[in-house]
C-alpha cells in the first residue's frame, strides 16, 4: 500500500525562524513528489519534484528530493505570520498519476 | 496552472436526498479529474478518478452506487452524492492534472447533511 508520512506533525514558531519540513513515501512507480499549503480552503499548488537533488525555489520557499532515500523536505526561510497554514505532501505513483497525501504539517507562525 | 473551480462552495442537504457537486476546468481540456474528500483535521483521500468519456475508477472501500461521477466532457466532472447521511457531510474537492503532470484542485465543496 502507498503510504507518505509526514513531520513534524505540527511546528509553533517564531517570526523570522527558518523551518525544515519532512517527507517520505512509499509508492509503486512513483512519478513525483508535491507540496501543497492548504490554508481554509483546497490546497495550493507550490512544488513538484521528479529529479533527485535539485532544489525548487519560489522567494522564501524551497524544496529538495532524494530519490534514493526516498524522502522530500520543504525549507521556509525567514516565516511569516501568513506562512501560517497546513504543509500536504503527495507522491504521485502508478499509471494515472493519482496521489497520495501525508497527513501534513500544521505550521503556526507567531509574531 | 490550470485553473479550477467547484459548484456549489457549500451546501446543506437533509439525509436521504441527493446533491451533485460540479467540478469545471476553466482553461484547461482535462481528459482525467480526480475526487477528494477531507474530514475535519485529516488529510486529503482520493475517492475515484473521473475519466472523460468512461466510467470512473474507484477506490477501495468507496461505494460506487452511492457517490456517482459522470465526467461527460473535457472541461466538466460532476459527483452526485445519492442517499446522503450526516456521516456524509465533509469537504469534497477536485482536481485536474496539468501539462506537466501536477495537480490543481478546485476551491471545494463543504457539504453538510442534517
Known amino acids: 500500500e502507498d503510504k507518505v508520512v509526514q513531520s513534524p506533525l505540527s511546528l509553533v514558531v517564531h517570526e523570522g525562524d527558518t523551518v525544515t519540513l519532512n517527507c517520505s513515501y512509499e509508492v509503486t512507480n512513483f512519478r513525483s513528489l508535491l507540496w501543497y499549503k492548504q490554508e481554509k480552503k483546497a490546497p495550493t499548488f507550490l512544488f513538484m519534484l521528479?529529479?533527485?537533488?535539485i532544489e525548487k525555489k519560489s522567494g522564501r520557499l524551497s524544496s529538495i528530493l532524494d530519490k534514493k532515500e526516498l524522502f522530500s523536505i520543504l525549507n521556509i526561510t525567514a516565516t511569516q505570520t501568513g506562512d501560517s497554514a497546513i504543509y500536504l505532501c503527495a507522491a504521485s505513483g502508478g499509471s494515472n498519476y493519482k496521489l497520495t497525501f501525508g497527513k501534513g504539517t500544521l505550521l503556526t507562525v507567531n509574531p | 496552472g490550470a485553473v479550477v473551480s467547484q459548484h456549489p462552495s457549500w451546501v446543506i442537504c437533509k439525509s436521504g436526498t441527493s446533491v451533485k457537486i460540479e467540478c469545471r476546468s476553466l482553461d484547461f481540456q482535462a481528459t482525467t479529474m480526480f475526487w477528494y474528500r477531507q474530514f475535519p483535521k485529516q488529510s486529503l483521500m482520493l475517492m475515484a478518478t473521473?475519466?472523460?468519456?468512461?466510467?470512473?475508477?474507484?477506490e477501495q472501500g468507496v461505494e460506487k452506487d452511492k457517490f456517482l461521477i459522470n465526467h461527460a466532457s473535457l472541461t466538466l466532472s460532476t459527483l452526485t452524492v445519492t442517499s446522503a447521511h450526516p456521516e456524509d457531510s465533509s469537504f469534497y474537492i477536485c482536481?485536474?492534472?496539468?501539462?506537466?503532470?501536477?495537480?490543481?484542485f478546485g476551491p471545494g465543496t463543504r457539504l453538510t447533511v442534517t
Open positions: 521528479t529529479s533527485s537533488g
Open positions: 473521473s475519466n472523460e468519456g468512461s466510467k470512473a475508477t474507484y
Open positions: 482536481s485536474v492534472i496539468g501539462s506537466s503532470y501536477e495537480q490543481y
